[in-house]
């Protein structure tokens, strides 16, 4: 009888366990505020490389002086998770990463008084970041009395950036309408068809996999290449058919392969592991880091990610 | 024998009356068998709704009106519509595919029951009354009835979701 009891005890264990891996890693999103909004409306930072005159979005400082921009960022996060599907909030991000920042510069080790350590890549990484950024513009048409509102919502995948979703569209012009209700309508017109957009690049995902980039790179110092050749076989090539074996539907596009560098795109990733786990674009290419350090190849070599969706092997050490 | 006769007369009324309203309900459900009806957007409405015109045909007029409703919801779930004036943009039906309402047949015959459940997610935007506009005689024995509503499309959405039907943007994650 407790044989029976420790039977069906693991049993839901095994169940609760394959439920709680079957979940797919889920993206995050953040609404940023266009290039050229800021630019239409003052928000931009100059600065001068080199006799070039570079441009770049303050958003500091249009989250601190456009209550409009609030107030559309706020009403799409508001559609975005009443539909399950909460966003990052670009304002809070730049807020936590400033906090961060001055914390970790005051922080001491009480044994040794040592600081944090941060390599200037970790220093670079530093912004505020999602997996999908919801790129918004808008611009107010006037017409003599009337007015309207040009919306454009962009859903763009951070690592392949491909546009994965979009709305856009001219609401109806308005004589009397103040530009936040005009705002409010453009949102409302327009959220819907967002979602169905992005809903359509998830059930892509789903069925084809997650869609990432990985790049092969070399130290300088390594004495091998991409043309190094095992068993007859050049690496470039063995890395390739790795892939066909390794991806979904064996899809995957071979974007540069040169002697020092290689970069696949659209490589298509099956969304779990065969032990039932979710996994992301830094667990698929473990694999392949592993592959290529184990016999007949023992290369060493240094994975590097970024995000959900793209990843870097760089050949020779860690 | 006077109490007798009017007893029977009093019994055959009710039956009449019962037979002819039943008549009349088969007759619109018949009207709207087919599911023939017009969607056209009618402006923005609050979060979560849509506000559309619906366009329903029937040869009697009463029957168009009473049926609006349930054309309505049946076009956000299985029609959608295509944008227009007053700021409208395109809707595309929540159910995509076209096998999924013989799929779930007996949820949605039950579902769009006469006082079925669809009755939750729609609501009139008037007061009842309908433009001269709105009632056109199309033929010799047909109506064509608008009638604008209210339709709670993210609740029918969750509905649908709830029940499987259609697939959520947090399914799978």
């Not at chain 2, 923005?44 to 029937?58: E, H, N, R």
């Not at chain 2, 047909?142 to 499309?153: D, H, R």
């Amino acid at each position: 009888m407790k044989k029976h009891y420790q039977l069906v005890i693991t049993l839901c264990f095994m169940l609760l366990s394959s439920v709680v891996f079957s979940q797919a890693k889920k993206p995050t999103l953040m609404v940023v505020p266009s290039d050229v909004w800021c630019n239409q409306n003052g928000y931009m930072l100059s600065f001068n490389d080199q006799g070039t005159l570079v441009k770049i979005p303050d958003y500091k400082k249009a989250f601190q002086e456009n209550p409009e921009v609030i107030q559309v960022i706020s009403h799409i996060n508001g559609m975005m998770a009443d539909r399950g599907f909460p966003l990052k909030n670009m304002e809070s991000a730049i807020k936590t990463l400033n906090s961060n920042s001055a914390e970790d510069n005051m922080r001491t080790s009480k044994a040794s008084g040592s600081a944090v350590s941060e390599s200037p890549i970790d220093a670079l990484k530093k912004v505020a970041k999602a997996d999908i950024i919801i790129q918004l513009t808008w611009t107010v048409n006037k017409t003599g009395p009337k007015k309207s509102i040009t919306f454009n919502l962009q859903g763009l995948d951070a690592y392949t950036d491909k546009q994965v979703a979009t709305a856009v569209g001219t609401g109806a012009p308005s004589f009397s309408a103040e530009i936040p209700v005009l705002l409010e309508e453009a949102v409302l017109a327009h959220m819907d068809n967002f979602s169905e957009s992005l809903q359509t690049h998830f059930d892509d995902m789903f069925e084809n996999g997650r869609e990432i980039i990985v790049r092969i790179q070399k130290w300088d110092d390594w004495d091998g290449n991409l043309e190094t050749e095992f068993d007859g076989e050049e690496l470039g090539i063995i890395i390739e058919d790795w892939l066909a074996d390794n991806t979904v539907k064996g899809r995957f596009s071979t974007t540069d392969m040169t002697e020092d560098m290689a970069l696949f795109e659209q490589v298509r990733i099956p969304l779990y592991n065969n032990k039932g786990r979710a996994i992301d674009a830094r667990r698929y290419v473990r694999d392949l880091s592993k592959f290529l350090k184990s016999p007949p190849y023992n290369i060493q070599n240094k994975l590097v990610m970024k995000g959900l969706g793209r990843a870097t092997i760089i050949l020779g050490s860690k | 024998m006077k109490l007798k006769n009017s007893l029977l007369l009093i019994i055959m009324l009710c039956v009449g009356i019962t037979a002819n309203a039943q008549w009349k309900k088969n007759k619109a459900n018949e009207d709207t068998k087919i599911w023939r009806y017009d969607l056209e957007c009618e402006g923005i409405a609050k979060q979560g709704s849509k506000l559309v015109k619906v366009w329903s045909y029937s040869k009697n007029p009463k029957h168009a009106i009473s049926r609006g409703m349930k054309n309505a919801v049946h076009g956000i779930i299985f029609k959608g519509y295509a944008g227009g004036g007053q700021g409208c943009t395109s809707f595309k039906p929540l159910v995509k595919s076209a096998e999924t309402e013989a799929k779930f047949k007996d949820f949605f015959d039950k579902f769009f029951l006469d006082g079925g459940e669809y009755l939750k997610y729609v609501s009139a935007a008037t007061d009842g009354s309908i433009a001269a506009g709105d009632r056109l005689k199309v033929s010799r024995r047909e109506y064509k009835i608008g009638i604008i509503v209210n339709v709670q499309s993210d609740q029918l959405r969750k509905r649908l979701e709830k029940e499987g039907i259609i697939r959520g943007l947090t399914s799978g994650f």
